[in-house]
């Protein structure tokens, strides 16, 4: 990111607080759990643009530019569609395919990136640990570091292993959840509230207006899975009853 940002058109902006710098708020987006500076409550949202503008939109498009010089230079200035078969022909590893796809789903793990873009993990966390069982069944020794990140072997398993677990699976969210209230809705004539689930570890969930403000908590169901959390966001609601 460095040496791109070198390239003036693409300039990493100074980060919104004169304390923080931009590798700092990189560290928190890929690896937020090690991070070495996290932003407060007040920070996370300009922290959010800041990943947007610069690293998910700028960074990406400086790195798509280079590598498509490189790949122009490969064919020779020949209008060719690229093809994954060809990769090799640029000298760079797999790794660098995937720089673009770690930065815009940010996460260190490519496999984990892949699902997540495909669709078949919707958080971070549950597609880091899918991506666990792709190295369990794919020893480092027997194909070498490079080919364990070639993206036809990891579509190849991920279509074998996990989409036809995911059509197995036809699990829906509990209808209604007793939640308890975290705010005074007494004053108020409204009985219904849109909201967001954020899961707090496996034992609640924190209810959220999308604003941001607690609303509610509740036990997490027996029957939750974490994926609800993406492909069921709008048609959650708390009622007041």
């Known amino acids: 990111m460095e040496l791109i940002s070198k390239i003036r058109k693409f300039n ?19 690896d937020p759990t090690n991070a070495e500076t996290i932003p407060d409550r007040k920070q996370v ?20 530019s280079v590598i498509a010089f490189m790949i122009d230079d490969v064919h020779e200035g020949r209008l060719k569609e690229t093809k994954l078969d060809e990769w090799h022909l640029t000298g760079l590893s797999w790794v660098v395919l995937w720089i673009k796809e770690l930065i815009t789903w940010g996460t260190l793990e490519p496999v984990a990136a892949y699902l997540l873009a495909q669709g078949m993990e919707f958080t971070r966390e549950n597609a880091e640990k899918a ?15 490079n080919n364990l990140l070639d993206p036809r072997k990891i579509r190849d398993w991920a279509l ?5 677990k995911r059509k197995e699976k036809t699990t829906s ?3 209604n959840i007793q939640v308890e209230l975290k705010r005074d809705f007494r004053q108020t004539s409204n009985h219904t509230w849109r909201v967001l689930p954020v899961t707090k570890g496996d034992k609640s969930i924190n209810w959220f207006d999308p604003a941001g403000y607690l609303l509610a908590v509740s036990i997490t169901p027996d029957n939750w899975d974490n994926n609800f959390l993406m492909t069921m966001t709008s048609f959650w609601t708390l009622q007041r009853v």
């Open 12 to 30: 990493l902006e100074k980060p919104p607080k004169k304390d923080v710098q931009w590798f700092n708020i990189l560290q928190w987006w890929l």
């Open 160 to 164: 074998q292993s996990l989409k036809v």
């Open 173 to 175: 969210p509990p209808s």
């Open 45 to 64: 949202s300009g922290w959010f643009d800041y990943v947007s503008k610069n690293f998910s939109y700028k960074f990406n498009w400086g790195l798509g």
């Open 131 to 145: 991506a666990m069982i792709y190295y369990q069944s794919n020893s480092i020794e027997e194909v070498g570091t």
